[in-house]
């Protein structure tokens, strides 16, 4: 269990922060940025929550609860650190990436199929979705970038490209199934 006794520790303020396996870095490094790219996803989702209920809220609490999790793996560059030690590195694992294509194809099973880009927007819900499914994608990118210079857990690269989808899947059922979506008219405003 994490106990936090005391919030404000002093030891960033020369700019550095800590990783999860001890060692100092700069807090602009490419793994603290992708890992605070991941915080500020869940925070954003936090906002969606506030619009869903029933099943969607329980998914998005779930996502969240995934989010820690992948937070954690990004902030612990020892990925040859033995599982079966005494406080092993957490991991994103394959089963977490499978649920939520498994998640995504029911979805759209009850979808019409696209035939037009639609714009971010509809619903209170869809619009939240769709700045996660941006943020998303900016954690992928991050995260992508740190794995060309240091090692990372490919099934964090995974879960992330299939996090961005299903968000994306998700703000149309928010959107009515996607008959509310707002569809997007090449050179309407010419």
């Known amino acids: ?30 793994r603290v ?21 029933g099943d969607a809220e329980s998914a998005l609490s779930r996502i969240q609860n995934d989010l820690f999790d992948l937070g954690a793996d990004l902030c612990n560059p020892d990925l040859d650190k033995d599982a079966t030690a005494e406080y092993p590195p ?12 498994t998640e995504i194809d029911a979805m759209n099973a009850r979808l019409t199929p696209l035939r037009s880009f639609i714009l971010p927007g ?4 869809a619009a939240h979705l769709h700045v996660c499914r941006t943020v998303a994608r900016r954690a992928e990118r991050l995260t992508v ?11 964090a690269i995974r879960y992330l490209n299939r996090l ?12 009515d199934d996607g008959r509310s979506d707002v569809l997007w008219v090449p050179g309407a405003n010419r």
């Open 33 to 53: 940025e992708a890992y605070g790219t991941v915080d500020e996803l869940n925070s954003t989702l936090g906002v969606a929550r506030l619009h869903a209920t």
């Open 145 to 155: 970038e740190l794995a060309g210079v240091e090692a990372v857990n490919a099934e």
């Open 1 to 30: 269990m994490v106990v936090l006794s005391k919030i404000y520790t002093r030891t960033g303020d020369k700019g550095e922060t800590a990783l999860g396996n001890g060692a100092r870095v700069a807090k602009h490094s490419p």
């Open 90 to 101: 957490l991991r994103m694992v394959a089963e977490q990436v499978t649920r939520l294509e």
């Open 122 to 125: 509809g619903s209170a819900l």
């Open 164 to 175: 961005s989808d299903w968000f994306f899947v998700a703000a149309r059922i928010a959107n």
